[in-house]
């Protein structure tokens, strides 16, 4: 069975970055997309980005680019999520979340995290 | 960006009853739609992938359909746990987007 294990809570100030990691297991992890998604208080989901291990490229939503960074190590089998330049507005949960496959189309989350809060807050 | 909209953003219905949730994308996305339920405090869950393959473990009563932009999933016959927030997914380009959500309520 597929597990999603992302780290723990963060606080931080505003202009500081924050990295979540993603350790998954029960399966191969080249073998699928891992994408970032979050969710600010009370409000929808929204794709961040992700990375396709097994070709070694991330793909990034535009009103994220220059400021978030997806990697993957194979040999930990974990995935991680680099947002840097944080603001308020940044204060959301943060899920990773499995590819159906390893392409990146189309695109569906099978899997999911259980998701890290961060807090921005001055 | 494809845009995915959802109707209604929310409805009330009584165990027992059929409802059925809209999704209509900004331009044509073939097949590749998604749609997710999360309760409070908890992940999302993968329900329907290909507009209306069933994912595995998911129960009959849920069920979708649809084709290029418009979209539908259905709960034949509300059960207790249904009461959720719905949300479906365009995987056809980037980036891939959410539509809204749907609130599912008790009546």
């Known amino acids: 069975q597929v597990q999603l294990v992302q780290s723990g809570a963060e606080v931080k100030k505003p202009g500081s970055s924050v990295k979540v990691a993603c350790k998954t297991s029960g399966g191969t992890f080249s073998n699928n997309v891992i994408s970032w998604v979050r969710q600010a208080p009370g409000q929808g989901l929204e794709w961040m980005g992700g990375?396709?291990?097994?070709?070694?490229?991330?793909k990034y939503a535009q009103k994220f680019q220059g400021r978030v960074t997806i990697t993957a190590d194979a040999s930990t089998s974990t995935a991680y999520m680099d947002l840097s330049s944080l603001r308020s507005e940044d204060t959301a949960v943060y899920y990773c979340a499995r590819g159906f496959s390893s392409s990146w189309y189309p695109h569906y989350c099978d899997s999911w995290g259980q998701g890290t809060l961060v807090t921005v807050s001055s | 960006d494809i845009q995915m909209t959802q109707s209604p953003s929310s409805v009330s219905a009584s165990v027992g009853d059929r409802v059925t949730i809209t999704c209509r994308a900004s331009q044509g996305i073939s097949s590749w739609l998604a749609w997710y339920q999360q309760k409070p405090g908890k992940a999302p869950k993968l329900l329907i992938y290909a507009a209306s393959s069933l994912q595995s473990g998911v129960p009959s009563r849920f069920s979708g359909s649809g084709f290029g932009t418009d979209f539908t999933l259905t709960i034949s016959s509300l059960q207790p746990e249904d009461f959720a927030t719905y949300y479906c997914?365009?995987?056809?380009?980037?980036?891939?987007?959410f539509g809204q959500g749907t609130k599912l309520e008790i009546k």
């Open positions: 990375s396709a291990p097994i070709v070694g490229s991330a």
């Open positions: 997914q365009q995987g056809y380009s980037f980036p891939y987007t």
